[in-house]
């Protein structure tokens, strides 16, 4: 009689922890913002088994880091070029560095972001370099336009949709303003601060290119870029005949 | 504290059926059927039997650790379901499992606090335990480090350490050697003196001849005959004869060797 | 909290911290750490974003993997070891008893959660990290998912037959309990009634770790305020309905 009435006590603890739990689920209802897309949306291709293991293991956002590791190492991995043939040999033609068509890389982008479509720093660096690198414009506004419907607070996707529409048109003045708001994002890639900093350079506007590469020199944590930077800030420090800062 | 009729242990009709599951099976095995006798406080109460009778069986029942399947079981009067009768009793197992992770010092002080020994009296009490079993000097070592020997009797210090009036000890001369075996049969004397109840389990029947007052037989999970010390004292031998003669005369056939 | 539950919650850590496969795992999780540096130093701009994911994923994996084998052997080897006697003879409730193992087991693992913690704070502040509360948001949801799941394989260490198939369940669960999303959206989408009633029950049985994996959303724990104290209450919900099946089944146990 005693056991039974404390194995119904018992019962009645697990039922009420139950109900409060599941009270507690209904009454805060997950918010939209932790809703990621389903599995089928996810970019499989090579590397499925490590991304399927990791959205299992709860590990979304180190998945995608991988992913975006992996993503860098593509794009800086130099593509074979056209090469030349003698002695009945082909000699493949290392391209430099970015150099090549890279015909997967909106495919390595969209890999990331639909495993973490939180990753903002990754849609911005993807559409830069489609955009002014790769020149696959469209390619590009597919992949902002894909960070507008899952990110619609982030606005930085509409200014860059707005400038590659505008470098489409050829209004340097319009695309240098927008991406001088861009760069102020902290989750700016240094890449699009190198876009800026070139496209400066290219229109002859020496100063103001000059301004750009030192804040990419202080704000890149990728030392490549930083090589980069100083490179450029030592040339256009020669051009304006300003001592090297 | 709620005493009954002068009894330390009352064990009343219990049978204790064990079950288990194999390949889809049940299987059911007897530990001990109809058991029933009471242990007068201030006795020294010796469960002589064979291995496999149901010694253990007894005292793990008698602990609350296994429960009956039939009948029920008091200590000094408490059901043994209400938490009183626990703290009335000091136990020793035949080989005391202890926390090798544990110092000695910190392993009295764990088991003091469980048996509800004040904090105020919990230090001297440990000093004390110690110093009865005489490892005060290794108070501070990690039982992983101790021999056999050592182990028993910090085995001996944890069943004393709260002072109860009820101590049960698991076959507590197996494997000692004779130095140990005299040293374990002083304690348990020494303890009677003082008025405690001791209920030990045991095939050495040299050994409780000569301390015990009274001697339940267990055969085959049933309590053949409790002798008293008058029917033994007389002459020596005496005790293992009677337990010769309800052994068989219980089981009903010769014995083996004598086949 | 009673006294006695108490000493056993204090014993229980004293013999973790003691144990070595929790030294070994405490090495390993530096090991990790360090690593994770180099690995982070190929995530160019995102250098530490690729540190701070590798950092918590490490501490939660280091944390569940101590915490599911100590839990699954938690009582069962004090019951093979027999050592579990001369603490059950006692005037404790085996509440009290299991209670306490299962605290000094959260104590012990919040500790080496904290000690991770403070180590990828230090390596994450020398690379130039700014604080983010929300990193503390991250640490504490993911010490709610081991409570959850500590609970639960503690609960199945009594249910199953063995330890290995109590361990196999419990990872097992694990995963299902990061796959809600897709079970929700499997139910709903079934066309057999029985089918549907199946997964949903799945659903809201299994463990939904969805509720707790705010690590994964570092930028949005701002915004969720009310959604924290839902879940923790989720969690603490959850480890109190374990804790009890696991006290029905632990109170009839022989030993």
């Known amino acids: 009689m005693e056991q039974r009435s404390s194995m119904i006590q018992l019962a009645m603890v697990v039922a009420c922890t139950i109900a409060v739990g599941v009270a507690a689920s209904l009454r805060f209802p997950q918010p939209a913002a932790l809703n990621f897309p389903p599995l089928n949306e996810l970019r499989f291709g090579d590397h499925a088994l490590m991304d399927v293991g990791g959205v299992f293991l709860g590990l979304r956002r180190l998945t995608a880091d991988l992913a975006w590791i992996q993503l860098l190492l593509y794009y800086g991995t130099p593509e074979e070029g056209p090469g030349e043939e003698s002695g009945g040999h082909h000699h493949p033609d290392p391209l430099s560095y970015g150099g090549g068509r890279y015909e997967r890389f909106l495919e390595y982008c969209q890999r990331v972001v639909r495993i973490d479509p939180s990753f903002i720093t990754a849609y911005l660096y993807g559409a830069g370099a489609l955009a002014w690198n790769l020149k696959r414009s469209d390619e590009a506004v597919e992949l902002l336009q894909e960070g507008v419907q899952r990110n619609p607070q982030a606005w930085q996707f509409h200014k860059y949709l707005a400038a590659i529409g505008f470098k489409q048109r050829g209004e340097f003045a319009k695309v240098a303003s927008l991406l001088e708001e861009a760069i102020r994002d902290p989750a700016c890639p240094s890449m699009v601060i190198n876009i800026l900093g070139n496209t400066y350079k290219d229109e002859g506007r020496y100063p103001e290119a000059l301004r750009v590469f030192l804040e990419l020199y202080d704000r890149a944590k990728d030392p490549e870029y930083q090589t980069t930077a100083l490179k450029q800030i030592r040339w256009l420090s020669e051009r304006l005949h300003l001592p090297f800062p | 504290m709620n005493f009954n009729t002068g009894n330390a242990i009352v064990v009343d009709h219990v049978t204790k059926v064990y079950r288990s599951r194999h390949l889809g099976r049940l299987r059911l095995t007897v530990g001990v059927t109809d058991l029933t006798f009471a242990v007068r406080e201030g006795e020294l109460f010796g469960l002589l039997g064979l291995n496999g009778s149901g010694k253990t069986t007894t005292i793990k029942l008698i602990l609350g650790l296994l429960f009956p399947t039939h009948g029920a079981l008091s200590l000094f009067g408490h059901p043994l379901s209400h938490r009183e009768a626990r703290s009335l009793v000091g136990y020793l197992p035949e080989i005391p499992s202890l926390y090798r992770y544990l110092t000695a010092e910190e392993i009295l002080r764990l088991y003091g606090e469980l048996s509800e020994l004040p904090s105020t009296v919990l230090p001297r009490r440990i000093d004390e335990a110690l110093a009865l079993v005489h490892l005060e000097e290794h108070r501070r070592r990690r039982l992983q480090e101790f021999s056999k020997g050592m182990l028993q009797r910090v085995g001996i210090a944890q069943a004393l350490l709260h002072d109860p009036p009820l101590l049960i000890f698991d076959e507590p001369i197996t494997g000692l050697d004779p130095l140990g075996l005299k040293e374990m049969r002083q304690i348990i004397v020494m303890l009677n003196q003082r008025g405690k109840t001791v209920f030990f389990s045991s095939h050495s029947i040299s050994e409780v001849e000569r301390i015990c007052h009274r001697v339940g037989i267990l055969v085959r999970g049933r309590l053949a005959r409790i002798l008293d010390q008058a029917e033994w004292s007389q002459r020596e031998g005496a005790l293992e004869a009677l337990f010769m003669d309800t052994v068989q005369s219980t089981v009903g056939t010769a014995t083996p060797a004598s086949r | 909290m009673t006294a006695k539950a108490l000493s056993i919650t204090r014993y229980t850590v004293i013999q973790l911290f003691r144990n070595k496969l929790f030294s070994i795992l405490g090495i390993f999780g530096c090991i990790l750490l360090g690593a994770s540096l180099l690995i982070a130093s190929l995530g160019g ?211």
């Open chain 3, 45 to 255: 701009d995102q250098q530490l974003r690729v540190l701070l994911d590798l950092g918590l994923a490490c501490l939660e994996f280091l944390a569940l993997v101590s915490g599911v084998f100590a839990a699954v052997t938690l009582i069962l080897e004090e019951m093979e070891a027999r050592t579990i006697a001369l603490v059950l003879i006692r005037p404790l409730h085996r509440a009290e008893y299991l209670v306490g193992r299962f605290l000094g087991l959260l104590t012990a693992l919040l500790l080496s959660m904290g000690i991770m913690a403070a180590l990828h704070l230090g390596l994450l502040f020398f690379k130039g990290w700014r604080w983010d509360a929300s990193y503390l948001v991250a640490v504490a949801f993911s010490a709610g998912k081991i409570m959850v799941i500590t609970s639960l394989a503690l609960f199945l260490s009594l249910f199953a037959t063995s330890s290995i198939s109590a361990l196999t369940l419990t990872f097992f669960l694990w995963v299902l309990g990061h796959f809600s999303q897709e079970l929700k959206f499997l139910a709903n989408k079934t066309g057999y009634p029985a089918f549907t009633a199946l997964v949903k029950a799945i659903y809201y049985v299994v463990p939904n770790f969805a509720y707790l994996n705010l690590k994964d959303h570092l930028e949005g724990t701002g915004v969720m305020g009310r959604w924290l104290g839902g879940a923790a209450l989720y969690a603490v919900c959850y480890t109190v309905a374990c804790l009890t099946l696991a006290l029905g089944l632990f109170r009839r146990k022989e030993f």
